[in-house]
């Protein structure tokens, strides 16, 4: 049975080229506003994903995203940002995209319906019943992510979908489903836009509150970041200080005495 497919919808606008660029802007912005309530009906569902995520990557298991198109994009820039952001080792948190990395800046022609080069990237992973994989695709139909996900269900390793229409045979076959249904595009079908902007939400908030609870962040403060540039040295200073109380001069001293933020905040506190 064939599903409505909102993500392709006809634009509530027409005739674009005939808008100045005020109107443009002002009518992508306008529509950009109505993610967030969009977003806000699915918190409930992204609350329960992270939850059984979080029990996975405690237990010494990996975060897996699973996407073709911008939705694969999105989830390989947000694995990449955990390392620096977290201080969480390279493998913690990854992004597989249909087509490899050659499509992180150009289209691979027809990666994205493979029925079976999913699974066999999460193989080449050494994928187990310890991980987590998260299936992202706009329209929730996208073959590649789908019959990935479907594998991974058989071989009992725990799923999850983020997608933009209701009832989708991703959202059906995933044990933690989210579709965040963010109506028809200013450009009809361009998914990289509304549908785009919600998902990053959503990836924004999973790896985030994942990290929180994985004791990441101490008060407000990235304890864990990586400092491997002036600008992020400054930063950890600067979390120091604000942390502990102590003068930036103090705090710099003791941020090259132990190298890291959690390591000068942990024997700090002990004495």
């Not at 993500?7 to 100045?20: H, K």
């Not at 691979?108 to 080069?117: R, W």
């Not at 933009?164 to 991703?170: E, Q, S, W």
Request: glycine letters at 8%; proline letters at 3%; charged letters at 20%.
């Amino acid at each position: 049975m064939s599903i409505q497919k909102i993500t392709e919808q006809d634009s509530i606008y027409d005739n674009l080229e005939n808008f100045s660029t005020s109107e443009l802007i002002n009518s992508i912005h306008n529509e950009d506003k109505k993610i967030c309530s969009s977003v806000q009906k699915v918190l409930p569902l992204i609350s329960k994903l992270i939850n059984a995520l979080v029990s996975k990557l405690s237990s010494g298991g990996r975060l897996f995203y699973l996407g073709a198109g911008t939705s694969g994009r999105l989830g390989v820039l947000d694995a990449t940002e955990c390392p620096p952001t977290f201080g969480t080792p390279d493998w913690k948190v990854n992004g597989i995209i249909a087509g490899g990395i050659d499509a992180l800046h150009q289209s691979v022609e027809h990666a994205e319906d493979s029925l079976t080069q999913a699974w066999n990237d999460l193989c080449t992973k050494k994928i187990n019943k310890k991980d987590f994989v998260i299936g992202i695709a706009a329209s929730g139909t996208t073959p590649y992510v789908v019959e990935g996900i479907k594998l991974c269900n058989k071989y009992g390793i725990l799923t999850g979908c983020i997608c933009c229409n209701h009832n989708t045979p991703l959202a059906k076959s995933s044990k933690f489903p989210v579709e965040v249904v963010v109506g028809p595009e200013f450009i009809t079908g361009s998914t990289r836009m509304k549908a785009g902007t919600a998902q990053k939400m959503i990836l924004n908030m999973i790896t985030t509150s994942a990290m929180v609870k994985l004791g990441h962040i101490k008060g407000n403060k990235m304890i864990d970041m990586q400092t491997n540039n002036n600008k992020l040295k400054d930063r950890a200073i600067r979390i120091i200080g604000r942390t502990l109380s102590l003068s930036e001069q103090r705090s710099s001293e003791l941020f090259k005495q132990y190298g890291s933020i959690r390591k000068v905040i942990e024997n700090h506190q002990v004495k």
